[in-house]
């Protein structure tokens, strides 16, 4: 269920607001230059993150788009790896009143990948665009993220 603007036969994209949001974040917090320039080194292992201000921003500059590259990969699954994953995820968000509770949800990619992913697929009427209430919980032991 893939859309010209999430993938395009190769890549995949962050739903234009979304990644406009994450830029202006970035430069909020003085770190679209280092997201710009992070390369992931090979022998890098692990988590990223931590408590602290800083350990946020880095892992939100780092990894941001990626997390939420994951989860919308698995939605538009676009060499169909994933079976039935993807519309259950459909029919599960296409319509009511529905909560999510997302912990771990550091600075909350996956949630945040999941609504503009839909809301761009609902936009290119891939999905029906029934009415829809969607509350979230979030929890994650930084409080800075």
């Known amino acids: 269920m893939d859309v010209e ?6 890549k995949a994209y962050l739903p234009q607001k979304l990644s ?7 430069t909020t917090i ?10 992931r080194q090979e022998n890098e292992e692990g988590p990223v993150g931590g408590q602290g201000i800083r350990e946020t921003h880095i892992h ?12 919308q990969y698995v939605l538009i699954d676009p060499n169909e790896n994933f079976g039935n994953v993807p519309e259950n995820f459909f029919s ?6 529905i909560a999510l509770l997302d912990g771990p949800c550091g600075t ?4 945040l990948s ?9 936009k290119h009427k891939r999905l029906p665009q029934l009415p829809l209430d969607i509350k979230i919980l ?5 409080e800075s993220a």
């Open 5 to 10: 603007t999430l993938w395009d036969g190769k």
């Open 20 to 26: 406009a949001l994450y830029l202006k974040e970035l």
């Open 30 to 39: 003085e770190m679209l230059d280092h997201a710009k320039n992070y390369k």
């Open 60 to 71: 939100f500059a780092e990894r941001f788009s990626n997390s939420c590259i994951r989860l």
């Open 92 to 97: 599960t968000f296409s319509t009511g009143k």
């Open 108 to 111: 909350g990619a996956g949630s």
């Open 114 to 122: 999941l609504l503009y992913t839909l809301k761009e697929l609902r």
């Open 138 to 142: 979030a929890c994650d032991f930084s």
